[in-house]
């Protein structure tokens, strides 16, 4: 079966750093687009951040342009989400998402993992 698994997440202090990882299994990887989500209590998902599957092309939400960066490596089955500057507007439980449709930003949600939390502190 098809496998997202996070890591990376923690708490850190206003304006630090953290690099989230998402390993892919059970599927060929290069086939998905693949995008980061985040969701704190109460509210709707939010899509942070997507990739596509072999052009390079990203999206990135306006609360977070300039300071995220998304990444994928195919040969590891993994994307990563480096966040820097961090506010504690971004603290919220962070998914990897996969898809094996073309759109970034009305992205089609096919496979999740389970989620990493990210604190940001003041």
């Known amino acids: 079966q098809v496998q997202l698994v996070e890591s990376g997440g923690g708490s850190v202090q206003t304006g630090g750093s953290l690099t989230l990882s998402c390993l892919a299994s059970?599927?060929?990887?290069?086939?998905?687009?693949m995008a980061w989500f985040r969701q704190t209590p109460g509210e709707e998902r939010e899509l942070v951040a997507s990739?596509?599957?072999?052009?390079?092309?990203?999206y990135y939400s306006e609360s977070v342009k300039g300071r995220f960066a998304i990444s994928r490596d195919n040969a590891k089955n993994t994307v990563l989400l480096q966040m820097n500057s961090l506010k504690p507007e971004d603290t919220a439980v962070y998914y990897c998402?996969?898809?094996?449709?073309?759109?970034?930003?009305?992205?089609?949600?096919?496979?999740w993992g389970q989620g990493t939390q990210v604190t940001v502190s003041s």
């Open positions: 998402s996969g898809s094996h449709g073309y759109y970034l930003q009305q992205f089609q949600d096919e496979y």
């Open positions: 990739v596509s599957k072999s052009t390079g092309a990203t």
């Open positions: 059970g599927v060929i990887f290069s086939s998905l687009s």
